[in-house]
T-cell receptor, first 117, second 113 residues
Framework: GAVVSQHPSRVICKSGTSVKIECRSL??????MFWYRQFPKQSLMLMAT?????????EQGVEKDKFLINHASLTLSTLTVTSAHPEDSSFYIC?????????????FGNGTRLTVT | DAKTTQPPSMDCAEGRAANLPCNHS???????VYWYRQIHSQGPQYIIH???NNETNEMASLIITEDRKSSTLILPHATLRDTAVYYC??????????????FGSGTQLTVLP
């Protein structure tokens, strides 16, 4: 079964509004979660690394004031797209590592399809 | 992390084995080979990973060459539901916090009826 849960699975919002996406690790604690974005017919691109209890680290070109990340607990990270524009329409996916081994694989949520009208 | 090269697309007949190749000629000693797949409009699904020994689980087998410069993911009896983009990713084991995965273009596997 799924070990990482994302909500909502799809959302439509109007331009200028904000949207919050939740990512939960199920039955395990994740001090670090990752947020990816995927545009149509492209591969996943890392946006930011979410760290429990500290600030997120963002990849080059990703605006931290536009994509707010809050990792408030060991099982929950949220991504808020603020003042959304149509070009923010994309597939957003989070991931977390389950297991304590250095080579434990990352597991991914089922993604959130964001459409900004 | 080492770069990987995969064919952009492959077809496979339903019920036959699907063999997906991956080149990672610059892999270093502490880097693992991970395989994920992404079915359309879903998040990536972990399949298998290995360091140097061949690995098998309920989904697939991973064959890594002795020099570790390439690997093959084998789906022993492909079904239509195995149609997906398959990603081969090389990543060093991390100590402490997790390290992210860098996705390439992957291989679009189409299983034909």
């Amino acid at each position: 079964g799924a070990v990482v849960s994302q909500h909502p699975s799809r959302v439509i919002c109007k331009s200028g509004t904000s949207v919050k996406i939740e990512c939960r690790s199920l039955d395990f604690q994740a001090t670090t979660m990752f947020w990816y974005r995927q545009f149509p017919k492209q591969s996943l691109m890392l946006m930011a690394t979410s760290n429990e209890g500290s600030k997120a680290t963002y990849e080059q070109g990703v605006e931290k004031d536009k994509f707010l990340i809050n990792h408030a607990s060991l099982t929950l990270s949220t991504l808020t797209v603020t003042s959304a524009h149509p070009e923010d329409s994309s597939f957003y996916i989070c991931s977390a590592r389950m297991g304590f081994s250095d080579n434990s694989p990352l597991h991914f949520g089922n993604g959130t399809r964001l459409t900004v009208t | 992390d080492a770069k990987t090269t995969q064919p952009p697309s492959m077809d496979c007949a339903e019920g036959r084995a699907a063999n997906l190749p991956c080149n990672h000629s610059t892999i270093s000693g502490n880097e693992y080979v991970y395989w994920y797949r992404q079915i359309h409009s879903q998040g990536p699904q972990y399949i298998i990973h290995g360091l140097k020994n061949n690995e098998t689980n309920e989904m697939a087998s991973l064959i890594i060459t002795e020099d570790r410069k390439s690997s093959t993911l084998i789906l022993p009896h492909a079904t239509l539901r195995d149609t997906a983009v398959y990603y081969c990713i090389v990543r060093a084991a991390s100590s402490g916090s997790a390290r992210q995965l860098t996705f390439g273009s992957g291989t679009q596997l189409t299983v034909l009826p």
